[in-house]
């Protein structure tokens, strides 16, 4: 079945502690997409990638890395969270970047 | 900037017609597409418009003006299943950027 999977699903941390949100798909996407959303908001991007080793900066990276060594995964780094980014995350895939974005199903995350 | 407007919310009843608008003001331009979003859940693609035009696919049509900047998504025959979010996107630049309207939320009433 043709997906886009993230872990994890929930997450409630604390201030400063490293986490990394995986993402993988297996539809031979090029392009990779992370999104925040947040109540009463629309989807922010916050960073993409068009291929492998190819990333660049949404409108809102302050805060995040992201990482693609591999095709098929785009993991998400939050190397010291912040209350301010308790939020809900989607990744995404097309197979190029104009084309339609598959989503995966959202990991929510609460920073305390 | 690149800037999105969409109504907050909408209602109407089941068996209805309902028009949500998308009004874009972007920098380069690759399309406009349609997501329905369930609460709770992920953006599913509805449609999506290249050309000015109506497009249409079973009980959803979409249509894009591009010298207005602005698009619409029609819904016919309403269904309950039909109340979610309804975002629209723009691709824009040639480098991988995309813009999310806030969203409309649809309520559909028996």
């Known amino acids: 079945e043709a997906q886009v999977t993230q872990n994890p699903r929930y997450l409630i941390t604390v201030t400063g502690k490293k986490l990394t949100v995986t993402c993988s798909q297996n539809m031979n996407h090029e392009y990779m997409s992370w999104y925040r959303q947040d109540p009463g908001l629309g989807l922010r991007q916050i960073y993409y990638s068009m291929n492998v080793e190819v990333t660049d900066k949404g409108d809102v990276p302050e805060g995040y890395k992201v990482s693609r060594k591999e095709k098929r995964n785009f993991p998400l780094i939050l190397e010291s969270p912040s209350p301010n980014q308790t939020s809900l995350y989607f990744c995404a895939s097309s197979q190029v970047f104009s084309y339609e974005q598959y989503f995966g199903p959202g990991t929510r995350l609460t920073v305390t | 900037g690149q800037n999105i407007d969409q109504p907050t919310e909408m209602t109407a009843t089941e068996g209805a017609i309902v028009q949500i608008n998308c009004t874009y003001q972007?920098?380069?331009?690759?399309?406009l597409f349609w997501y329905q979003q369930h609460a709770g859940e992920a953006p599913t693609f509805l449609s999506y418009n290249v050309l000015d035009g109506l497009e249409e696919k079973g009980r959803f049509s979409s249509f894009l003006s591009r010298s207005k900047g602005y698009s619409y998504l029609l819904l016919k025959e309403l269904q309950m299943k039909d109340s979610a979010s309804y975002l629209c996107a723009v691709p824009y630049t040639n480098a991988g950027k995309s813009t999310f309207g806030d969203g409309t939320t649809l309520t559909v009433k028996p």
């Open positions: 972007t920098s380069g331009f690759n399309g």
